[in-house]
Antibody
Framework: QVQLQESGPGLVKPSETLSLTCAVSGYSISSGYYWGWIRQPPGKGLEWIGSIYHSGSTYYNPSLKSRVTISVDTSKNQFSLKLSSVTAADTAVYYCARHDSSGYSFDPWGQGTLVTVSS | QSALTQPASVSGSPGQSITISCTGT?????????VSWYQQHPGKAPKLMIY???KRPSGVSNRFSGSKSGNTASLTISGLQAEDEADYYC????????????FGGGTKLTVL
C-alpha cells in the first residue's frame, strides 16, 4: 500500500523559504496520479496549497500561487514544496497526499509535519 | 476563494444519527458533484470518508453517507459510535480555468 512521509526543517525564519519533501513508498510516482500539499494552522482548518502530476504539471492555490513551487523527482520517488517569503501565518502542519483515482479527493495522506515560522 | 461553511460543532448520543452541513457557492459545491469528506482524530492525519459526494472508499463503514442539494453538501453518520468522535472536514473541487480545491472550516463531533 502506498505510504507518504513528509520531511524538512521544523523551524523557519520569517522572510525565508520553507522547503519540504514528501517521500513516497509502495507506489511509483512515475506511474501516474496527482500528488498534493495541504496545510493546517494550529487549531484551524485545512487549506489546499497545490498539486503536481507525475509529468510535472502543477496547479496552485490562487491565494498562494506567487510564493509556491512544487516539483517532482521521479528518480527518488518524491515530490517537494517550496514556500517563499514566509511569515508567522504560514506556521502550520503540512501534509502531503495523493489524489485518489478520481483525481478529486485526497487519499492517502502523510502523517504531517509541523513547521513553525519564528525568528 | 472563501472556505466552505460548516457548523463548528455537532453532538449526538450513541446509536443516534447526526448530519453535518457544508455550504459553498455556485462556483464550487453547486457546480460539481465532487465534494469529499475527511475524518480527523486529534494529532492524526485526515482520512477520506466520502468522495464524489456520496461514494465510500473501501473499508469505510456504511454508517457514513453523503448527499448534496444545491450549494450545500451533507455528511450523515448513523448509529453513532464513540470512535466517531473527531473533526470532520468537507472539501469541494472549485476549479474552472484551472484545478482548485477549497475546504470547510471543520466540525467537531462529540459523542455524548
Amino acid at each position: 500500500q502506498v505510504q507518504l512521509q513528509e520531511s524538512g526543517p521544523g523551524l523557519v525564519k520569517p522572510s525565508e523559504t520553507l522547503s519540504l519533501t514528501c517521500a513516497v513508498s509502495g507506489y511509483s510516482i512515475s506511474s501516474g496520479y496527482y500528488w498534493g500539499w495541504i496545510r493546517q494552522p494550529p487549531g484551524k482548518g485545512l487549506e489546499w496549497i497545490g498539486s503536481i502530476y507525475h509529468s510535472g504539471s502543477t496547479y496552485y492555490n490562487p491565494s498562494l500561487k506567487s510564493r509556491v513551487t512544487i516539483s517532482v523527482d521521479t528518480s527518488k520517488n518524491q515530490f517537494s514544496l517550496k514556500l517563499s517569503s514566509v511569515t508567522a501565518a504560514d506556521t502550520a502542519v503540512y501534509y502531503c497526499a495523493r489524489h485518489d483515482s478520481s483525481g478529486y479527493s485526497f487519499d492517502p495522506w502523510g502523517q504531517g509535519t509541523l513547521v513553525t515560522v519564528s525568528s | 476563494q472563501s472556505a466552505l461553511t460548516q457548523p463548528a460543532s455537532v453532538s449526538g448520543s450513541p446509536g443516534q444519527s447526526i448530519t453535518i452541513s457544508c455550504t459553498g457557492t455556485s462556483s464550487d459545491v453547486g457546480s460539481y458533484n465532487l465534494v469529499s469528506w475527511y475524518q480527523q482524530h486529534p494529532g492524526k492525519a485526515p482520512k477520506l470518508m466520502i468522495y464524489e459526494g456520496s461514494k465510500r472508499p473501501s473499508g469505510v463503514s456504511n454508517r457514513f453517507s453523503g448527499s448534496k442539494s444545491g450549494n450545500t453538501a451533507s455528511l450523515t453518520i448513523s448509529g453513532l459510535q464513540a470512535e466517531d468522535e473527531a473533526d470532520y472536514y468537507c472539501c469541494s473541487y472549485a476549479g474552472s480555468s484551472t484545478f482548485n480545491w477549497v475546504f470547510g472550516g471543520g466540525t467537531k463531533l462529540t459523542v455524548l
